[in-house]
């Protein structure tokens, strides 16, 4: 089955370049164009993409209300935010919009392609560098309590979740607590229907949003916070 891709940019040229770039892979298919955010969320409720490319700044309406409206109506569908480096401000806001990965628009088309099969996979893009920018927005806000549901973790998906936290993939995961790569994805998969997130960047999200993260510690469930009997 084809990846069913929506282009969402305001810059005719831009969408024309991503076009012409994935016209040449078997298993992706460009499917529409939106050259506004709400003509985005038209034609991702028409034709129902696998990864919508969103660009931030669109007039009529922006790439994160936009990508708050398309998860509303299908949280099925996967947002690639497009983004240069000088837009730091609007991550923190495209994660916590839904958002399941980042490209910048001047990387290397194999990057591209990358990423787009990546997140279609069911997975999620979100580079250490990423993250630490996000770490510091989420210093600055107050902090709500953990969820109940982090008492259902286990030890060890504790220990894969402070990992996420930091931005490590997969493999970096299993090469840190000496597990394989298929038992990284087990404990992944356990981590996030257990918590009732969609994917690894909502459980980013999560950890920081409540201070879980920390570089140094494991993070502390409330089962950790009982007295000892």
């Known amino acids: ?50 990864i919508v490319l969103m660009d931030i700044r669109m007039p009529e309406l922006d790439g994160l209300e936009a990508t708050r409206r398309i998860l509303a109506a299908d949280d099925a569908t996967r947002i690639l935010i497009l983004t240069t480096f000088d837009l730091d401000e609007y991550v923190y806001e495209a994660l916590r919009a839904g958002a399941s990965g980042f490209v910048l628009k ?54 894969v979740f402070r990992l996420i936290a930091r931005g490590l993939s997969n493999v970096e995961i299993g090469r840190e607590l000496y597990i394989s790569d298929t038992t990284v994805k087990t404990h992944i998969t356990h981590i996030l229907q257990k918590l009732n997130l969609r994917d690894r960047v909502q459980a980013v999200v999560l950890a920081h949003e409540t201070g879980l993260f920390d570089t140094d510690a494991r993070p502390t469930s409330n089962r950790d916070e009982r007295p000892a009997r």
Do not use: Y
Request: proline content about 8%; charged content about 30%; cysteine-free.
């Open 1 to 50: 089955m084809k990846i069913r891709v929506l282009v969402a940019d305001d810059q005719s040229m831009v969408r024309a370049g991503f076009r012409m770039l994935l016209s040449h892979e078997q298993d992706i298919e460009v499917v529409a164009e939106a050259s506004d955010g709400l003509e985005a969320v038209e034609k991702a409720a028409r034709f129902r993409p696998t």
């Open 106 to 159: 001047d990387d290397p088309p194999e990057q591209l392609i990358a990423a787009i099969q990546i997140v279609a996979g069911g997975d999620a893009l979100l580079s250490p560098a990423i993250t630490k920018r996000v770490i510091k927005q989420f210093m600055r806000i107050p902090r709500p309590a953990p969820p109940k549901q982090l008492d259902d973790l286990t030890e060890r998906e504790l220990d």
